[in-house]
C-alpha cells in the first residue's frame, strides 16, 4: 500500500448514517439503499472524467458505534 497526500476537493452526493449491526440486519441496512440511489439519481449524469468514492466518517467510538458512509463523485 502507497499512503500519499492530496489536496482537498469537493464532492456531490448522498449521505446516511448507520452501525454494523443495523447493516448485519436486511431490514435495517442503510448502505445498499444508499448506493441504489446514488446510480439511480447521480450516475446519469457523470462523465467519463468522474470519479465515485465511498467514504466512511463521523465515527461514534469503535466497531459498535455509528457512522457516516457518503455515496459521492467529484
Do not use: H, Q
Not at 21 to 50: C, H, Q, R, V
Not at 63 to 72: E, H, L, M, Q, Y
Request: charged letters at 20%; hydrophobic letters at 40%.
Amino acid at each position: 500500500m502507497n499512503i500519499s497526500e492530496i489536496n482537498g476537493f469537493e464532492v456531490t452526493g448522498f449521505v446516511v448514517r448507520t452501525t454494523n449491526a443495523d447493516e448485519m440486519n436486511p431490514m435495517t441496512a442503510k448502505i445498499g439503499n444508499l448506493w441504489e440511489k446514488f446510480y439511480l439519481n447521480a450516475a446519469p449524469k457523470l462523465t467519463d472524467k468522474s470519479k465515485v468514492y465511498g467514504l466512511y466518517t463521523n465515527y461514534e467510538s469503535d466497531f459498535t458505534g455509528a457512522f457516516d458512509v457518503i455515496a459521492c463523485s467529484d
